[in-house]
């Protein structure tokens, strides 16, 4: 009888480890996101400034996207731009059959503040290839329940571009006034 529960007990967790190496590789194998040929040739353009677009990873959390923009590591502070500014999206030659363009509030360790349900959809006008829309205030910071006329807000704006079925997703972090 123990040989049978030995036995038992070793086919299970063999078939358990199999298991989770199959899924993983069933997982990556049916992956949307792809790895994109062309990240370093799109930038954003607010009034005179032009901030390079981060290329973000398929395999982060979420929440995380935008930590790049807050590594102690890197010296660049995170600029802030007035509600109405025109930003400019520009990838370069590469053209992309669709994007959408999504707005999420940051606290300052660059983690979303809210549920997904608070990300806005940005509308957008396309010219040539570039991608335009005006900063406007963004409807969750009136969430915060100690608000001051004068507070600014962390905003993490992520790019899902889309050529041939496959989604190149990017990021860029900015500064703006509350609600």
């Given amino acids: 009888m123990n040989l049978l529960k030995n036995f038992l007990l070793l086919l299970l967790i063999l078939v ?10 069933h ?3 049916y992956s949307s996101v792809a790895e994109n040929p062309i990240s370093n040739q799109g930038n954003v353009m607010i009034g005179a400034d032009t901030i390079k677009l981060h290329e973000l990873s398929s395999n982060q959390q979420r929440k995380d ?5 807050f590594d102690p ?10 509600i109405g500014e025109t930003v400019t999206i520009d990838f370069g030659e590469t053209v992309y059959d669709n994007i959408t363009i999504l707005d999420h509030l940051l606290n300052s360790e660059g983690e979303q503040l809210y549920t997904d349900k608070e990300i806005k959809n940005v509308a957008f006008t396309k010219i040539d290839n570039t991608y335009q829309f ?4 963004h409807f969750a910071s009136a969430l915060n329940s100690n608000y001051e006329p004068s507070q600014t807000v962390y905003r993490g704006f992520r790019i899902n571009a889309y050529k041939d079925d496959k989604e ?3 990021g860029f972090v900015i500064k703006t006034d509350s609600y």
């Fill in 16 to 25: 358990g480890i199999g298991g989770c190496a199959g899924a993983t590789d």
């Fill in 27 to 29: 997982r990556e194998e």
């Fill in 65 to 69: 996207h935008f930590k790049f923009a």
């Fill in 73 to 82: 590591t890197v010296q660049q502070e995170i600029a802030y731009y007035k």
């Fill in 134 to 137: 005006k900063l406007e205030k």
């Fill in 168 to 170: 190149y997703p990017f």
